[in-house]
């Protein structure tokens, strides 16, 4: 495919330079070219995440070997609305001259490769064609786009919140921008509550215009909690979700080993044998991309402990009640973000750590690695003959 990133930046400079970014946004498909700050259009903030520094977190067996990642700054939390503004189905947001609300705009910026091609080409609908479509709409629009909401974690922690902070206070008339490519955005919408003709879908517009842009800016940083408003918002799913589903797909048990074998990347390479071992002491092994967004939500709510390796899916433990234990399967590096999610639901975070058969000592989201059994028949030797109590002992 030719990529027209280049004569599109160069046509639009050159209209820029006779019109205005916005002039140039519709002949061209790029802007912007300067960027706008986001105070002027805050109308609403929303409490502050709480930044921490938790304790070590707890190895339920084996060596202890923790890194703790540096916290992020937090970025923003408030609803800004814009008169006339744009949107991008990649989270990017404008102003109606064309400037762009960097802090109204989510995650575009975050990736270096992202920032260097922004800062040439400005930015730019996919995939760089002139006249581009760009719809226009009467009515409010809420945008809860972002670059990274194709991928489930960020999707169901960091997008969906938006919307459900300002659901209940929306005009009736309000249209909801959204990606509804992938089958769990649409449930989510939909155990939301959010009508499907309520839903301009980003898949399909590349950008827009609103009379009224609404857009609520929530993130979950590193070394911040999620906040209790998100928690208790996310929560809320769990009874539509209940409800949603027939008695026969609801019990799962209580305990469960959720599996990444048929993911792309980290995979257990002793998986069969871990399974036989966790099978015998009541465990039940889930496939997450085989499940409904409807009966992971259930499947999580109704466990008592759940066993994993790093995964998106895992975002589901937000759904888990208070007490709930989880145990995340690592490689020697780890990552720092479900610590604090478990911490953020009041949830009881442990792992064990494989400390042979990796060679890793950063994380690498790409690593395949074996389980040490040692350390897991020696928890699972803990916990022998029900839940337990509160402690990992």
Same mark, same amino acid.
């Given at each position: 495919?030719?990529?027209?990133?280049?004569?599109?930046?160069?046509?639009?400079?050159a209209v820029r330079l006779a019109t205005n970014e916005a002039t140039a946004?519709?002949?061209?498909?790029?802007?912007?070219?300067?960027?706008?700050?986001? +105070?002027?259009?805050?109308?609403?903030?929303?409490?502050?995440?709480?930044?921490?520094?938790?304790?070590?977190?707890?190895?339920?067996?084996?060596?202890?070997?923790?890194?703790?990642?540096?916290?992020?700054?937090?970025?923003?939390?408030?609803? %800004?609305?814009?008169?006339?503004?744009?949107?991008?189905?990649?989270?990017?947001?404008? %102003?109606?001259?064309?400037?762009?609300?960097?802090?109204?705009?989510?995650?575009?910026?975050?990736?270096?490769?992202?920032?260097?091609?922004?800062?040439?080409?400005?930015?730019?609908i996919a995939p760089y064609r002139p006249m581009p479509r760009i719809a226009?709409?009467?009515?409010?629009?809420?945008?809860?786009?972002?670059?990274?909401?194709?991928?489930?974690?960020?999707?169901?922690?960091?997008?969906?919140?938006?919307?459900?902070?300002?659901?209940?206070?929306?005009?009736?008339?309000?249209?909801?921008?959204?990606?509804?490519?992938?089958?769990?955005?649409?449930?989510?919408?939909?155990?939301?509550?959010?009508?499907?003709?309520?839903?301009?879908? %980003?898949?399909?517009?590349?950008?827009?215009?609103?009379?009224?842009?609404?857009?609520?800016?929530?993130?979950?940083?590193?070394?911040?909690?999620?906040?209790?408003?998100?928690?208790?918002?996310?929560?809320?799913?769990?009874?539509?979700?209940?409800?949603?589903?027939?008695?026969?797909?609801? +019990?799962?048990?209580?305990?469960?080993?959720?599996?990444?074998?048929?993911?792309?990347?980290?995979?257990?390479?002793?998986?069969?044998?871990?399974?036989?071992?966790?099978?015998?002491? $009541?465990?039940?092994?889930?496939?997450?991309?085989?499940?409904?967004? %409807?009966?992971?939500?259930?499947?999580?709510?109704?466990?008592?402990?759940?066993?994993?390796?790093?995964?998106?899916?895992?975002?589901?433990?937000?759904?888990?009640?208070?007490?709930?234990?989880?145990?995340?399967?690592?490689?020697?590096?780890?990552?720092?973000?479900?610590?604090?999610?478990?911490?953020?639901?009041?949830?009881?975070?442990?792992?064990?750590?494989?400390?042979?058969?990796?060679?890793?000592?950063?994380?690498?989201?790409?690593?395949?690695?074996?389980?040490?059994? $040692?350390?897991?028949?020696?928890?699972?030797?803990?916990?022998?003959? +029900?839940?337990?109590?509160?402690?990992?002992?």
């Amino acid at each position: 495919m030719i990529n027209w990133a280049l004569p599109a930046s160069l046509v639009a400079r050159a209209v820029r330079l006779a019109t205005n970014e916005a002039t140039a946004l519709g002949l061209t498909g790029v802007a912007p070219f300067r960027d706008a700050d986001v +105070g002027p259009y805050i109308v609403d903030t929303w409490p502050e995440p709480v930044a921490v520094r938790l304790d070590s977190p707890e190895n339920v067996a084996g060596p202890r070997a923790w890194t703790d990642d540096v916290p992020a700054a937090i970025r923003y939390h408030y609803t %800004a609305e814009i008169e006339n503004g744009a949107v991008f189905a990649n989270g990017a947001v404008l %102003a109606a001259d064309g400037g762009h609300i960097t802090g109204a705009t989510h995650k575009t910026l975050d990736s270096q490769k992202r920032r260097r091609k922004l800062a040439v080409w400005g930015t730019a609908i996919a995939p760089y064609r002139p006249m581009p479509r760009i719809a226009h709409y009467d009515r409010p629009v809420l945008a809860m786009t972002a670059s990274n909401q194709h991928l489930f974690f960020h999707w169901l922690i960091d997008c969906l919140p938006r919307l459900l902070r300002l659901k209940e206070s929306l005009d009736p008339e309000t249209l909801i921008y959204a990606d509804r490519s992938r089958p769990f955005q649409r449930e989510g919408l939909a155990l939301a509550g959010i009508p499907a003709d309520c839903i301009i879908d %980003a898949a399909r517009i590349p950008a827009l215009t609103s009379r009224r842009l609404i857009v609520p800016c929530h993130q979950f940083t590193r070394g911040s909690l999620l906040p209790d408003w998100a928690v208790a918002a996310l929560r809320g799913l769990v009874a539509p979700a209940r409800e949603a589903l027939p008695p026969a797909a609801r +019990g799962h048990g209580s305990r469960l080993y959720i599996s990444r074998g048929d993911a792309a990347h980290r995979r257990v390479r002793n998986e069969d044998e871990l399974f036989a071992l966790l099978n015998s002491h $009541g465990f039940t092994l889930l496939q997450l991309s085989h499940l409904s967004l %409807a009966e992971q939500i259930v499947a999580f709510a109704d466990a008592d402990i759940v066993i994993a390796p790093n995964g998106g899916g895992l975002a589901n433990l937000v759904f888990s009640r208070p007490g709930t234990r989880f145990i995340e399967l690592l490689p020697r590096s780890n990552i720092d973000a479900l610590r604090f999610l478990c911490a953020s639901a009041g949830l009881e975070f442990g792992y064990i750590k494989s400390a042979e058969c990796n060679e890793d000592t950063a994380w690498e989201s790409l690593t395949d690695f074996a389980v040490d059994m $040692g350390p897991v028949a020696e928890f699972l030797e803990r916990i022998k003959g +029900g839940s337990g109590s509160s402690s990992w002992i």
